[in-house]
């Protein structure tokens, strides 16, 4: 992504390993869920680098792990448009219909 | 909050963009009014991020010279079970730094560059990790007092308002409990031992307590970014605050251990309803941080001979990931 810095440090160059994205399930039946992020050459590095550095105590049975620059997400300055439309729709919400209030298993 | 607007807008903007910035800005105080937190992509004043960055950096190069002291003990750890316990201990500090280091990234600071800051000299991290760890009994001091303290400053940085940040801390304080207890019952395993070894002990105390208090910071007159961090809600304390809580928390536990702090001035104000502690040597404190402490050259040394020592490690796994990928693209 940048030039090494390290060149600074009088090292020879390097290329800086890649940022992963880290998603653990933390048990059977859970989804994968964003744990953080880490640097790796490669997929199978970057997997053992996550086992090692989240789930240390027991907290994965399964890690997936994405190329950050993959991902591609909602852009934050346009958020209030972008999830513009389920606003004013209450009725999609079962707390909308409130005349059964007492009737029983509804 | 809004006062310290536009100190860090630059002079020549068009129109546009300065409308960009002020709506920016406003977006950005009414998440922190709200005590919301920010994301990385969200706009925020070039003051704050710097004050992130600084912090959060800092923050992870004291993890990574923090293994030092503990793993100089490793090899000479009493038994089996202490040699385990320490190196998950010290293997954790190494994960709180990549915790750490992949939050600052999300600042738009490379790791490379906060790598080379670091072995160049040029960052700072937590003064107390240039003391030497000199006997076994440090490994208790060290785990009780200085992990003690740590996380007395770091539970309330799990409320920071950039999230990155914030969630680091949760996985770190989860972890840090560990290292004070298992610290803890090394102190306590002494005390309970030989006239030496509780000897050895308080000896341990006696070194680590002023340098553990000086942790927290300067005193609040003297911590001219406390105010604003707290006004970011990075910072929820002052650092006198947490330092009266931490004096609070080890005057009582000290008592468990049968050992005494070395510090004849503790008492619980009345009025103030904080705890009062000696004075302490802020000199000292900043001769450490400027590189004058007992081991900074030390460390700094190791923390580059690791970096260096494993170049070769780093291109192998360069190398096999691109030959891999070759074989992948060819297949
Ligand atoms: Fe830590
Ligand atoms: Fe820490
Ligand atoms: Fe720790």
Redesign the interface.
Known sequence: MTTSPANEANEPHETPWSLWEVFVRSSRGLSHVHAGSLHAPDAAMALRNARDLYTRRNEGVSIWVVPADAISSSDPDSKGSFFESPQGKDYRHATYYTKSEGVKHL | MASQNLQSVPAELSPEELEREQAGQAYFDRIISEDSRI?P???MPEAYRKTLLRQISQHAHSEIIGMQPEANWITRAPSLKRKAILM?KV??EA?HG??LY?AA?TLGQ????M??DL??GKARYSSIFNYPAISWADMGAIGWLVDGAAICNQVPLCRASYGPYG??MV?ICK?ESFHQRQGFEILLELSNGTPAQKQMAQDAVNRWYAPALMMFGPPDDDSPNSKQSMAWNIKRFSNDELRSRFVGMMVEQVKVLGLTLPDKDIRFNEETKKWEHGPLDWNEFKDVLAGKGPCNAQRLERR?EAH?DG?WV??A??E??RK??EKEYAA
């Open positions: 994301e992509r969200d706009w998950a293997q954790d994960g990549l915790y992949s990234e490379s790791r490379d560059k790598t080379s072995i160049a969630r680091a996985r972890e580059r260096d170049a780093r291109e796994a360069a096999y990931a891999q990928a």
